[in-house]
């Protein structure tokens, strides 16, 4: 059966986004309840896959990751097994923090931190190109971060 969140664990979630190294005690503080069935609601959002993991955010441009890239990329052949291939290839590139398939103009959008243009280029020429099947690939290069949040508007 499929577990329903309710209210309670809505606002739960809500926390966690804001802050994952919150305490038990801290959240049932806030919802004003106990830490036992915080506890309780925490365990099963995260066996039910609500909560997937925790991670740390990090400054990027203080390890010196300075260039943002979005990369779209359009495949020769859109056989099962090509697109197999690229997506088994992309996730080991360490560069691509996000992938995505899409529709559209584009097969996927990758988005890419490099240090700087010159590491983006051995990207683009070394890692990139390496993947077979690779048709066309457009760059665009972020200026300025207006907004980057990894909270889900529940």
Excluded at 61 to 79: M, P, Q, R
Excluded at 110 to 121: E, F, N, R, T
Aim: aromatic residues 10%.
């Amino acid at each position: 059966m499929d577990y329903k969140i309710d209210a309670i664990d809505k606002r739960i979630i809500q926390l966690l986004q804001q802050d994952g190294k919150m305490k038990i005690k801290e959240v049932a503080h806030a919802l004003k309840m106990t830490t036992t069935p915080i506890f309780d609601r925490i365990k099963r959002l995260e066996r039910e896959g609500f909560i997937e993991g925790y991670s740390t955010i990090v400054n990027k441009e203080k390890l010196g990751f300075n260039l943002v890239a979005f990369c779209t990329v359009s495949l020769e052949s859109h056989h099962k097994e090509y697109l197999n291939q690229f997506v088994k290839g992309v996730k080991n590139i360490p560069e691509v923090a996000e992938c995505y398939h899409i529709a559209g103009m584009f097969d996927y959008l990758l988005k890419v931190y490099v240090k700087d243009m010159v590491d983006y280029q051995n990207f683009i020429t070394q890692k990139l190109a390496s993947l077979p099947n690779i048709g066309r690939v457009q760059s665009s290069f972020v200026m300025t971060e207006v907004k980057n949040n990894h909270v889900l508007p529940i």
